[in-house]
Nanobody, 126 residues
Framework: QVHLVESGGGSVQAGGSLSLSCSIS????????MGWFRQAPGKEREFVAG????????YYADSVKGRITISRDITKNTVYLQMNSPKPEETHVYHC???????????????????WGQGNQVTVPS
């Protein structure tokens, strides 16, 4: 059973920066892709970024390209999300997730992901 725990949320001023971490345990992850999603109250979960565990290939939603960076550290079993210049409309609960996809797959829909963290609130005051 894969277990994901996010940390690092909070409040960040528009134009600032914030880093989220996701600590992963409970398995070998060579066939996994890790992703970050965000969700506003009453809305569907929205894909933000993903990264393949073995090949370290990152991919992003168009809306965040150039401002958000996903990375992973295989020695620490941790995935990171660096947010630069966040906008007030990006106030959401951010979840990390793991998809057992095989080698180098790039899922971007929530239904493709098998395991989820509890989520961390990120607030960007307007």
């Amino acid at each position: 059973q894969v277990h994901l725990v996010e940390s690092g949320g909070g409040s960040v001023q528009a134009g600032g920066s914030l880093s989220l971490s996701c600590s992963i345990s409970g398995g070998a992850f060579s066939r996994y892709t890790m992703g970050w999603f965000r969700q506003a109250p009453g809305k569907e979960r929205e894909f933000v970024a993903g990264i393949t565990w073995t090949t370290n290939s990152a991919y992003y939603a168009d809306s965040v390209k150039g401002r958000i960076t996903i990375s992973r550290d295989i020695t620490k079993n941790t995935v990171y999300l660096q947010m630069n210049s966040p906008k007030p409309e990006e106030t959401h609960v951010y979840h990390c997730a793991a998809a057992y996809t095989g080698f180098d797959a790039r899922p971007s829909t929530a239904g493709k992901y098998d395991y989820w963290g509890q989520g961390n609130q990120v607030t960007v005051p307007s």
